[in-house]
């Protein structure tokens, strides 16, 4: 199992800040994808990249590859209370096994 | 358009007790896959299967055993249930399985051993 750490744990800030998550492996990924989990809910995708140094923008939220496709980061603007949820990375390495991060519970207060 | 459907949404089992997780999709997709969500430990792969009548284990298959009938369905079984396996069960589909395919995810299954 390819490991793929998440930082930070947990993430409070108010509304109107930035913020930064990261996604680190050890090992080259063929793809990887971001999904955000809210409470009782099944993770739900928001992007998928594939190219060494890819960005990725969805909105406030920026995605970005590494060059060695060993890791990621998603950068949120001017968070707001609706991002609030579980922030979760997930890399592709080969065969059919998605091996996921522990992610990242952001928390965005008003 | 319904996507991933589990039932149930919760269950309580006493030990040793056996029970089915049921999932169905209606995206006519050939990958099935059954995860575990535990608090720290992220989502861990059960098993999987690329399409009806093949299945493999994932990162964590001991007591859990499937099968792969239909395209559209892929339940899970817990043949005699340990306070271990209490957890919260995710069912997830996508077109091939490969990275590039996105997962679709049922809403899970809460299940408590007691």
């Known amino acids: 199992t390819q490991l793929l750490e998440q930082s930070p744990q947990f993430l409070s800030i108010q509304e109107g800040e930035n913020l930064t998550v990261y996604c680190n492996s050890s090992s080259v990924f063929s793809s990887l994808q971001w999904y955000r989990q809210e409470p009782g809910e099944g993770p739900v995708l928001l992007v998928t990249?594939?190219?060494?140094?890819e960005v990725k923008k969805l909105k406030r939220l920026t995605f970005q590859f590494g060059d060695a496709r060993k890791d990621s980061s998603l950068h949120i603007t001017a968070a707001q209370p609706g991002d609030t949820g579980l922030y979760l990375c997930?890399?592709?390495?080969?065969?059919?096994?998605?091996?996921f991060g522990k992610g990242t519970s952001l928390l965005v207060t008003p | 358009n319904a996507g991933v459907t589990q039932t149930p949404k919760f269950q309580v089992l006493k030990t040793g007790q056996s029970m089915t997780l049921q999932c169905a999709q209606d995206m006519n997709h050939e990958y099935m896959s059954w995860y575990r969500q535990d608090p720290g430990m992220g989502l861990r792969l059960i098993h999987y299967?690329?399409?009806?009548?093949?299945?493999d284990q994932g990162e964590v298959p001991n007591g859990y055993n499937v099968s792969r009938s239909t395209t559209e369905d892929f339940p899970l079984r817990l043949l005699s249930a340990a306070p271990s396996q209490t957890s919260v069960y995710f069912c997830?589909?996508?077109?091939?399985?490969?990275?590039?395919?996105?997962?679709?995810f049922g809403n899970g299954t809460r299940l408590t051993v007691t």
């Open positions: 299967s690329v399409g009806a009548g093949i299945t």
């Open positions: 990249v594939v190219t060494g140094g």
């Open positions: 997930a890399g592709e390495n080969s065969g059919y096994a998605l091996n």
């Open positions: 997830a589909s996508s077109y091939s399985g490969q990275g590039d395919s996105p997962l679709h």
